[in-house]
């Protein structure tokens, strides 16, 4: 695995390499449109501070603002248990240093993410409507995929990235609004700047126009395919560290044949970050294109049932080439590493066919213990549940007219 982690590292470091210097040639260019050849140096420092500026919010918050902007509230052992026990064995089989911190969405689409900086400082966030169509099995591949996201260092790396491609489609906005709006400015500029740097000038110009526009396409191109790299291998660390790949591809199959509107909060920076692209499309379970932030579910189901006689990373990659006729995503280091991970039954719980209906049930009590809802069971046995703004210190049961006194604090 240390292979693994280490390869994945590389490959972090070339793909950020690459969309730096996208930015700073960016800048440069669009640098030397405005202000002549003397002015590159000026846009490349343009451009090297915004970016700076957003990795240290990213460094310091980018977990905290993702989280927000997702809507995920933490939840305590209390509002889901088998949640916390299923994190725990996941955490526990992976050797992470600290337990993720966990979060849950008040969404009814089924998806998860993991975010954080590191293997210590990590978040996992699922959905209610996740936690009411998964089984345990189906529910511990989900999470041992989100696991392998932070043990191959995937967190830092999308928040990174992101901030990067944010940072290129920001200076590309920025430039080409300004040049909508100071267009008459520009042209009387270039006319009284002589024949031949007048010239010079407007080549630029066109130059630095392409680049504002090719810029953010080949960085998202780029960023997507690594993004769909780090989907497979993501899955196959979910097989080996559940030994039962079987519940993730069923996991993927319910999550790609939900039938729930499409995930509210949600928009392009962190689609990347979830276990299935929350984007609906009629597309993603058999097609992929450069554009798509994951690769196809159906793909990947294959892939993972392909998986009959072990779970190794070695027994993941022959699946996929395949499955896929393409090369393979997993490390030639992780490939050598000698490993033998035999796969397990489905548990007993996971084999029972009667609990999709009173999970539903469930969701709608998860979501009120996480918005702090107060729960009373009255003497007649019905349960009642008060919202965190209902101001009276009692409530009567509808059913038997008993007043209840409602505990605080």
């Known amino acids: 695995m240390w292979e693994l982690i280490r390869a994945n590292k590389r490959s972090s470091i070339v793909l950020m390499v690459v969309m730096a210097a996208v930015l700073l040639l960016l800048g440069f260019i669009i640098g030397m449109a405005f202000f002549g050849q003397e002015g590159g140096l000026f846009g490349l420092m343009i451009a090297t501070a915004i970016w700076l500026i957003l990795t240290l919010i990213s460094l310091s918050n980018g977990d905290q603002i993702l989280l927000a902007a997702s809507r995920a509230k933490p939840v305590t052992h209390e509002v889901h248990p088998q949640l916390f026990n299923v994190v725990e064995e996941m955490k526990i089989a992976a050797g992470l240093p600290a337990m993720p911190k966990i979060y849950i969405i008040n969404d009814p689409a089924p998806n998860a993410f993991a975010t954080g900086r590191n293997p210590k400082n990590a978040s996992v966030a699922v959905t209610a409507g996740l936690l009411g169509r998964l089984n345990r099995d189906e529910l511990q591949g989900v999470i041992a995929h989100e696991i392998s996201h932070i043990l191959h260092r995937d967190i830092l790396f999308v928040t990174l990235a992101g901030i990067m491609l944010g940072s290129i489609v920001l200076l590309s906005q920025v430039f080409l609004r300004g040049m909508f709006y100071s267009s008459m400015g520009s042209r009387r500029r270039y006319s009284s700047g002589g024949k031949g740097g007048g010239q010079a000038q407007i080549v630029m110009l066109i130059i630095a126009i392409i680049a504002a526009i090719v810029a953010p396409i080949m960085a998202y191109l780029l960023y997507f395919a690594l993004s769909r790299r780090r989907e497979y291998l993501a899955d196959a660390g979910a097989a080996r560290l559940t030994r039962y790949p079987e519940g993730l591809a069923s996991a993927l199959e319910k999550i790609a044949g939900d039938p729930s509107p499409q995930l509210a909060a949600v928009n392009k ?141």
Do not use: W
């Open 269 to 409: 920076v962190t689609a990347p970050m979830y276990i299935v692209n929350p984007f609906k499309s009629k597309k993603q379970m058999k097609l992929s294109d450069l554009t798509s932030t994951h690769p196809p579910i159906s793909e990947r189901i294959k892939i993972l049932r392909k998986l009959t006689h072990g779970a190794s990373m070695k027994q993941y990659s022959d699946a996929f080439t395949e499955v896929t006729h393409n090369k393979t995503v997993v490390p030639v280091a992780a490939l050598n590493a000698k490993e033998d991970v035999a796969l397990r039954q489905a548990s007993a719980e996971a084999a029972k066919k009667d609990r999709a209906e009173k999970q539903m049930r469930q969701v709608g009590d998860i979501m009120r213990r996480v918005n702090q809802f107060i729960f009373l069971t009255c003497a007649c046995g019905l349960k009642l549940k008060i919202p965190p703004n209902y101001k009276s210190s009692t409530v009567t049961c509808p059913r038997c007219n008993k007043s209840l006194d409602i505990p605080r604090g």
